[in-house]
């Protein structure tokens, strides 16, 4: 895949991005970034446009850590469940054959 080069604006000023993601992807990333920006200078008014990029930054990556946490959790869960031996559904002939009891006696 050819490499895109699209430029972005973050926090006012202008990035050169080269990457694999098409044009539409990197538009996204550009106002998810700007608009945690943006959130944070709404509630910090006074804070300086670098530190309302670094804090949104920060909360960015604290959702990433948690995310990637998340992942982790439910990946080990589900390799445990591919390990586990099958069970037949109930209700199928393989599970009501196996609770079918012998009669006594015979």
Avoid: H, W
Avoid at 2 to 15: M, N, P, R
Avoid at 41 to 65: G, V
Avoid at 94 to 101: C, D, G, H, L, P
């Amino acid at each position: 895949m050819d490499k895109i080069k699209t430029k972005v604006c973050l926090a006012g000023q202008e990035f050169p991005i080269v990457g694999n993601g098409s044009d539409e992807y990197v538009r996204q990333l550009e106002a998810l970034v700007n608009s945690r920006i943006d959130d944070i200078r709404r509630k910090y008014p006074n804070m300086s446009l670098n530190r309302c990029t670094l804090l949104a930054m920060f909360n960015l990556a604290d959702e990433c850590m948690e995310l990637k946490k998340t992942y982790d959790q439910l990946d080990s869960r589900i390799a445990m469940l591919r390990d586990m031996p099958k069970v037949a559904p109930q209700g199928s002939k393989a599970a009501s054959r196996s609770s079918e009891k012998e009669p006594v006696g015979v």
